[in-house]
């Protein structure tokens, strides 16, 4: 009996964790991208270049 | 009888960790049926330095800041304005060289992301982060054949339909690509996401629009100077572009170009956040 409801306790949390999921809902992506960035420094640059 | 009672322990760690999150209230946003293919449905900020990101972003544009987790547990930080998610910002994993990383990254609308991944590897792009699951839906991130980073998405539940997402202050108002070549560019793009490339004419130089649809989704902008990185800008809305760019320099962004009347008639400015992420402060209304 024990067991059984160990059971079940175990299979209601993994149920609610699998309909929680990425935990944000729908909303957001979140994808870490490691690429260095150029050197925005020369955005200064061709200002009158912004056709 | 350990092994159940860890097992037991480690899901409530998960479901606590979740419970920090209240669901996104969708409410105030209204979806398409199908893929809304070539439009930017998602803008997540990629940044060295979270804590500043809210701070910045929340003093600037004055969004609702809500803390909510990715699927691999890191804090990600859903931005509203109004009833309107506007973004996610996240923190960047710290490199061994240092290298910052911060970027807002636009996730583009594709019917199919292996497909549309499979489509720029073959047009010369490299897979940046392999198409997975995240609670948005299936998503990927590619650079583009001259190096620009973008993503990649297809989500569950339909793209915010395009009066969701409608232009305003606090808001992402335009997309646009700066490309070495605007024309190659512009081949590459259509061929990955369908869109239809008109080059036009505008302030004595050409102009890329990438339509799809029958409606304006991005730009791509030839560099202005030969050093430019090859890079996708995200354009805010602000009520006064020098007000904005003043109110960023206060809260610990740099301005890297000032509005000035021969850059676009003073309706930009060009700003770098804390952690030296680029976006455009666009005056809008326009």
């Known amino acids: ?51 | 009888m350990r092994l159940r009672l860890t097992g037991i322990a480690a899901t409530a760690a998960l479901l606590a960790s979740c419970a920090l999150n209240a669901p996104a209230d969708l409410s105030g946003m209204s979806f398409s049926d199908e893929p809304l293919v070539g439009k930017a449905v998602w803008h997540d900020l990629v940044t060295n330095d979270l804590d500043a990101a809210r701070r910045f972003y929340g003093g600037l544009f004055g969004w609702d800041l809500e803390t909510s987790r990715t699927g691999r547990g890191q804090d990600y930080v859903l931005a509203r304005d109004g009833g309107i998610y506007v973004a996610g910002l996240l923190q960047a994993a710290p490199r061994d060289d240092g290298a910052n990383v911060s970027r807002w990254l636009p996730y583009l609308s594709v019917g199919d992301v292996d497909t549309a991944v499979q489509r720029a590897t073959s047009a010369g792009g490299d897979v940046i982060v392999a198409p997975r699951n995240v609670p948005l839906g299936r998503v990927a991130a590619i650079a583009d054949d001259q190096g620009a980073i973008v993503g990649l998405a297809r989500s569950n539940v339909g793209d915010p339909d395009d009066a969701t997402t409608a232009g305003a202050v606090g808001r992402v108002v335009w997309n646009e690509l700066v490309a070495e070549d605007s024309v190659e560019a512009a081949r590459f793009y259509e061929r990955v996401f369908g869109y239809q490339a008109t080059e036009i004419e505008r302030r004595g130089g050409r102009y890329v629009i990438l339509g799809a649809g029958g409606v304006d989704r991005a730009g791509i902008l030839k560099e202005p100077a030969p050093e430019w990185p090859a890079v996708w800008l995200t354009y805010f809305g602000v009520a006064d572009p020098v007000a904005a760019a003043s109110r960023a320099e206060q809260l610990g962004g740099r301005v890297l170009l000032a509005p000035s009347p021969e850059l676009r008639e003073g309706t930009i400015a060009v700003v770098e956040d804390p952690a030296g992420a680029v976006l455009v402060l666009q005056q809008w209304p326009k």
């Open chain 1, 1 to 51: 009996m024990r067991h059984l409801r160990i059971r079940w306790c175990l299979a209601a949390l993994l149920a609610a964790s699998l309909m929680l999921g990425g935990c944000s809902g729908n909303v957001g992506v979140g994808l870490s991208i490691g690429v260095p960035v150029g050197n925005h420094g020369y955005m200064s640059l061709g200002t009158s270049r912004w056709y």
